[in-house]
């Protein structure tokens, strides 16, 4: 049985990333394909990409990307897992334990996706210093 602070997640997790309608019609029940700057939106969000490139390397539950991504809330973590699940990209298997055992495995729509996340995340790696003295050279000739 799920508990109400789960279901409101799962609440918000619907109502978080709906496709808008668009000109594009459809019935109801009908998959809509989404459009990419939602897509991306969704892949490129601040802890999407540090989850999906963990997941892509093998099972990970749920504390160890508590551990990994800095930062995160445990409601966030689970409100981002959840999406991604939903957007088909990560699989979530719960195993019959005591504690329950949750693992998150990508998918292969995700791992097609993990070389260009590892890419993106490598060039901000090799680029955040650069990019924080261009911030203060701008801000220091902008100020006002």
Not at 3 to 13: I, T
Not at 40 to 65: C, H, M, Y
Request: net charge positive; proline share 5%.
């Amino acid at each position: 049985m799920m508990s109400q602070r789960n279901s409101d997640v799962s609440a918000q997790v619907a109502a978080e990333f709906t496709c808008a309608a668009g000109d594009v019609p459809f019935t109801p029940g009908q998959a809509r394909a989404c459009t990419v700057r939602e897509v991306l939106d969704r892949v490129g969000g601040k802890w999407s990409i540090g989850i999906l490139v963990a997941a892509s390397n093998g099972p990970v539950r749920f504390t160890e990307l508590e551990r990994h991504i800095e930062g995160i809330s445990r409601r966030m973590l689970t409100l981002t897992l959840r999406n991604l699940e939903r957007d088909g990209l990560l699989r979530r298997v719960v195993y019959p334990t005591v504690p329950p055992k949750v693992e998150y495995t990508a998918t292969p729509m995700a791992l097609e996706l993990y070389e260009s996340l590892v890419a993106l995340t490598s060039w901000a790696e090799r680029h955040r210093r650069a990019i924080a003295e261009a911030r203060t050279r701008y801000d220091a000739e902008h100020a006002g």
